[in-house]
Every structure is written in C-alpha cells, then in structure tokens.
C-alpha cells in the first residue's frame, strides 16, 4: 500500500512537473481555471432578510495553487501547469454570495449588530485520488456559523464529494466546480431553516 502510493505521488509529480517544460526553452505559461458561469438551477427557497457573509479558508488555500493529495496523506501537492484565476478562498466566497443572493441582500460586512452574520471557514478545496491512482474527487469542506448579534443562532458542517471524470489537473477542476455548487446550495437550505426557526434568537453565551 505505502509502495503504491509512493509511487503514485511520484508519478503525479513528474507529470505536472515536466508538463509545460522542456530542455533549452522556456515552458508554457499555466492554464487558469475559475468556476465557471453559474448556470446551475438553485433550490426555491423563501426570500430572506439581508445577511452579511465573512470568509476566511486554510493557509494552503491562500493562493491560486491547485491542490491534489493521495488518501488520507498529511503531505498536500500542487499542479505544476495548472492554477486558479483567484485563490480558493475567493471563488468559493463569489459563487456563495451569488448563490445567497437569490434569497436575499448578501454584504461584505453588517451594517448593525442586528444584522445577522454568516462566517464561513473553508476548510479543503482539493482533488483527493484513491491509493492505486485509479479514481479521485474533487472535495470541499464548509464550516458554517450563523451569529445573531453576538449570539450563536446556529452552525453547520458541509461536506461535499464529487467524483472526477479524468484522473488529472482538468477532472479535479470540474469535480470541485460540481462540489462548490453542491455546497452552496446545501448552505442556502440550511440558512433558510436556520434564519426563520424558533431558535433564530440569539442564544445567552453564544
């Protein structure tokens, strides 16, 4: 098992490496992917009070890298010919505030305590494959808290997983484009149960 995987990791780094270099010249500048148009229908759900939205994601999800690991290893990579047009962090933030939008106003910031507040945490944005290399998926994970003034109303942990079509820099991109929306429309069904029930009051020590 360890020897597969080794061996995989080594492959998949030789690849990306070597992909747009060559002896004596000068290798091609990295293709650059974002999310894509947001086409997708969204769930109908009720119309909302407006929201203000905070975003902030893990160190390794600060830049434009895109990120791919084997299993459950503690060791991330980076496609060497291959980036994002804006950090994780930021596309995520644009397609969620679109997605919100169609419920409500979403602001980068509250105009009054009295305004509700959704902080979100990213936590993975990453294409993780399978031990043999035969398989991978893109994931994205959400750690979502709603703050009513300074009161915790609510928090939610999202996780998505979707498979990949291909096994490389191009397949992992579309899975992660399929798990964002997936997960901002599970984000937008939880925050109109979470905003409109009983225990939207704000909570003592929350």
């Known amino acids: 098992m360890k020897m597969r995987r080794a061996v995989l990791i080594l492959t998949l780094t030789v690849a990306t490496t070597l992909a747009g270099c ?23 759900l009720p119309a909302r009070a407006p929201i203000a939205l905070s975003l902030q994601a893990v160190p390794v999800l600060s830049d434009t ?3 791919w690991r084997v299993g459950d290893s503690a060791a991330p990579k980076a496609y ?13 933030r644009q397609r ?9 106003p979403v602001l980068a910031d509250r105009v009054n305590l009295q305004m509700p507040q ?5 936590m993975q944005f990453e294409q993780v494959y ?29 996780q998505v997983r979707m498979p990949a079509a291909t096994q490389d820099a191009a397949g992992g991109v579309a899975a992660l484009r399929q798990a964002t929306d997936q997960a ?21 020590g929350g």
Do not use: C, H, M
């Not at 969620?96 to 409500?104: A, P």
């Open 22 to 44: 060559g002896i004596g010249r000068v290798g091609a500048p990295p293709s650059v992917f974002d999310l894509g148009l947001d086409t997708k229908p969204v769930p109908t």
């Open 130 to 158: 399978a031990e043999d290399g035969q398989s991978s998926e893109g994931r994205v994970l959400l750690q979502a808290v709603l703050l009513n003034g300074r009161a915790v109303v609510d928090q939610q942990r999202i």
């Open 80 to 92: 060497a010919t291959y980036r994002w047009a804006s950090s994780p962090s930021e596309l995520v």
């Open 118 to 122: 959704l902080q979100l945490s990213l």
């Open 65 to 67: 890298s895109v990120i």
């Open 184 to 204: 901002a429309d599970q984000l937008a069904q939880w925050l109109a149960r979470a905003a409109s029930a009983p225990a939207a009051t704000p909570r003592p």
């Open 96 to 104: 969620i505030t679109d997605r919100l939008s169609r419920q409500g």
